[in-house]
């Protein structure tokens, strides 16, 4: 125990006895009550003691922290890849409040139509060309126009194929147009899908419309008796007009034959 007495003396007025902290976290010094054990702090427990320690973890936290963050982004340096530069070629920003053009990619133009004009493309057609495209051209030749015209002689057993440039046996069953035999008199039978009748209409030679008018609705297969100078309308197998006019008859039996003044018309 130590010599020194306290010093007794009469407590402050207006104080409480107890600890009590002022505004920098120490107890401020109030003399003990008269009778008490001088007050001694704890070794290592001083109010200087506490704040040193608390400031060296806080400092030792702030190194770690540090350290750690650095390497963080020191890593991500390095593996993330670098940002291109900006094209050199990318559109100017517009001023805050104003719109920006946007531009086809590789056209150069804007895609906005100025203001007045009109959005329509303009007309190809030049002022005053008629606007209507022309009528192509018929692919074949007109109907009426002479396909083939000249004298024919068609014999006994040589049947002829109108329809073909110039007639000719066609040598297909079915195919010609016309044949000459002998019954009594010369005779003009219509092979296949030919039809003929004799024209008896007031013109001695019938036009492409004469024969017409009346091939459809009275030609027949049925043979004709032919004499000189006879003339017959007729429709071909393949439906061309023809005009046949007889012109000479010859031969008997086997060597009958007739000579024909022919048209055949396009269709």
Not at 208 to 231: E, M, P, Q, R
Request: glycine share 12%; net charge negative.
């Amino acid at each position: 125990m130590s010599n020194h007495q306290p010093i007794q003396g009469p407590s402050q007025p207006g104080h409480p006895p107890g600890p009590a902290y002022g505004g920098h976290g120490a107890p401020p010094h109030f003399p003990p009550p008269p009778g008490a054990p001088p007050v001694t702090p704890p070794p290592g427990r001083s109010p200087s003691s506490h704040r040193g320690a608390w400031i060296g973890a806080a400092a030792t936290l702030a190194a770690a922290v540090i350290g750690v963050v650095g390497t963080y982004l020191a890593s991500g340096n390095k593996s993330a890849p670098q940002a291109a530069p900006p094209s050199a070629t990318a559109p100017a920003q517009a001023p805050e409040g104003e719109e920006t053009p946007t531009a086809e990619a590789g056209s150069g133009t804007s895609s906005e139509t100025p203001s007045g004009a009109s959005s329509e493309a303009p007309s190809q057609t030049p002022s005053g060309a008629p606007s209507e495209t022309a009528s192509e051209t018929p692919s074949g030749p007109p109907p009426g126009s002479v396909r083939w015209q000249g004298p024919l002689v068609i014999a006994y057993a040589e049947d002829k194929d109108l329809d073909a440039v110039p007639p000719a046996p066609s040598g297909i069953a079915g195919d010609d147009d016309f044949a000459v035999y002998p019954f009594g008199d010369h005779m003009l039978r219509p092979d296949g899908d030919t039809r003929a009748l004799v024209w008896e209409g007031p013109s001695k030679s019938p036009s492409y419309a004469d024969c017409a008018g009346v091939v459809d609705t009275l030609g027949t297969s049925n043979d004709i008796a032919l004499k000189t100078g006879l003339t017959v309308c007729a429709r071909t197998g393949d439906g061309h007009l023809a005009r046949l006019t007889v012109k000479k008859l010859d031969g008997l039996a086997s060597e009958t034959n007739g000579t024909f003044d022919v048209v055949v018309w396009n269709d």
